[in-house]
Structures are given as structure tokens and as C-alpha cells.
């Protein structure tokens, strides 16, 4: 006999029936992985702004960004008509790390480009870390 994975749902609406219960919660469920992706990969609680737009933008920039790793998630669309992937392939983390990683791997070959041209290191690093540099974005 398996025995799969126990989760008890506590409620104040007593004239709700389980299945209603059951029903809000998983509706509320994207929500929590969204909080919860958001600030672990996202940095959606790491703002240090001060003013309504600037925290709109950050949140609204984070909101942008999950839904396209969200999209990376997702399998590939299927040829039969009226039918739409569900089901995620991967975690929002486990795509956040193959973009880390692909980032670091252009860093890198970048660096060794400049490099090979017979910049010196100490070129690189201020094309790599100067913000007045028109090349490399902030």
C-alpha cells in the first residue's frame, strides 16, 4: 500500500464544504509559488526604493520576468488543435539557473575575446564593471 503526501487545510468558513475549501485553495496556490519564486530567485523583498512608482516599476519589472521564465517552464505546444501545455517541465529555479549560467558562459567568452584582441585585463575589467561604458549595459 503507498500512501501519497498528507495536507490538512484549516478554514474559518464553516458553511463551506470540503470540496469548496479545496477548490480556494487551489486557486490560491499559484499565487503562493509566485511570492514565493519571486523572492527567492526574483528579488521581489529586496527594493530599496522610496516612492510608489519606483516600487511599482520594481514589482511590475519582477512580474515581467516570472511570467517569461514561467513560459521557459512549459513544454513545447502540441500540433493538436484546442489543446495547451499544463503541465511544467521544469522549476521557475531550475531556469533560473540555466540562465545564470548561460550569462556567466557570455561573460566568460566575452572576457577571452576581448582578451585574444590584445586588450589588457585591466581593459576588460573596466569594459566589464565601468557604467559609463556604452558597450556593456548597467
Known sequence: MEFGIAAVLLTNRADWSAKQVLAKYLQRWPIETFYRDGKQYLGLDEYRMR???SIQTHWTLVFVAYSILHLACLPPPTKAPGKRPTQLTQSIGQVCRQQSQALIEKLILFAHDCLEQGESASQVF????DKQNKGVPA
Open 51 to 53: 516612492t510608489f512608482e
Open 126 to 129: 573596466a569594459k566589464l564593471f
